[in-house]
């Protein structure tokens, strides 16, 4: 699914589900694996489309919104999407979790260009973080994080990494037979071995049957910056990683 285009604020849904947070997780990794890089993490980027306000021009239920991101539309730019009917239900929770979000008090960036100085001096963040082929492989590239995340949840990251630690950004832990811990970002897991990229962007690879424990770490390696950065820096620094949209 590479486009949602048809989908105009118009009509509230009328029959909606109850959905867990499972469901909205699930939902958002689907939703900016495939929706993002043409809608944005706010579903607002393509003109007169606003995803995230859980109102459609074409739809009445939630059903009916699954049904057009599995089927797309004919004769629009909203192709057909290879999803199961649960999967596209997790992007209806996920969009109507932008819609709940939406209605709370809204998270504005502040002056990127100071916001990459202080991203580049006095934030450290490139000796975890990538840009453009600059800095550490460590964390995720940030290259196009405007592209993926909501302002508000980069403003989370920032001040409450522990809140929300994506799948794919979870460390792996590694302590061998001999009492040797080692972290990092899980590059390979097979039946007999594990590859890290270490914290200091080494490749290491363990035998499992060398190993005395080995699993995702449950919380992020990042700081918070709550207390390291005054909020209009905060400010700045999220106006910075929101303007992060690809080379």
Do not use: W
């Not at 393509?46 to 739809?59: E, N």
């Not at 106006?239 to 080379?247: C, I």
Request: aromatic fraction near 6%; charge should be neutral; proline fraction near 4%.
């Amino acid at each position: 699914m590479k486009f949602l285009i048809p989908l105009l604020v118009t009509i509230p849904l009328l029959a909606q589900h109850g959905y867990t947070p499972a469901d909205i997780e699930t939902g958002g990794r689907v939703y900016r694996s495939n929706c993002s890089s043409c809608h944005g993490p706010n579903g607002d980027l393509q003109p007169g489309v606003d995803l995230g306000h859980g109102k459609f021009r074409r739809a009445n239920s939630d059903e009916e919104v699954a049904a057009i991101i599995m089927k797309g539309i004919p004769g629009t730019g909203m192709p057909p999407g290879n999803f199961s009917e649960s999967q596209a239900l997790t992007v209806v929770a996920y969009l109507r979790s932008l819609a709940s979000a939406s209605n709370v008090a809204t998270v504005v960036g502040g002056d990127a260009v100071h916001g990459k100085d202080i991203f580049m001096g006095k934030g450290g963040c490139l000796s975890c973080h990538r840009v453009r082929g600059d800095g550490s492989r460590v964390g995720p590239d940030l290259t196009d994080i405007g592209m993926l995340r909501r302002t508000a949840d980069l403003q989370r990251s920032l001040v409450d990494p522990d809140a929300e630690v994506l799948a794919q950004n979870r460390y792996f832990r590694v302590v061998t037979k001999a009492g040797v811990t080692v972290t990092g970002r899980l590059l390979n897991e097979d039946t007999f071995s594990v590859q890290l990229l270490d914290s200091t962007e080494h490749l290491r690879s363990f035998k499992k049957a060398d190993l005395k424990e080995y699993s995702f770490l449950e919380k992020s390696t990042m700081p918070s910056y709550k207390d390291r950065l005054t909020a209009q820096e905060l400010s700045d620094v999220v106006g910075y990683l929101t303007s992060l949209k690809g080379l």
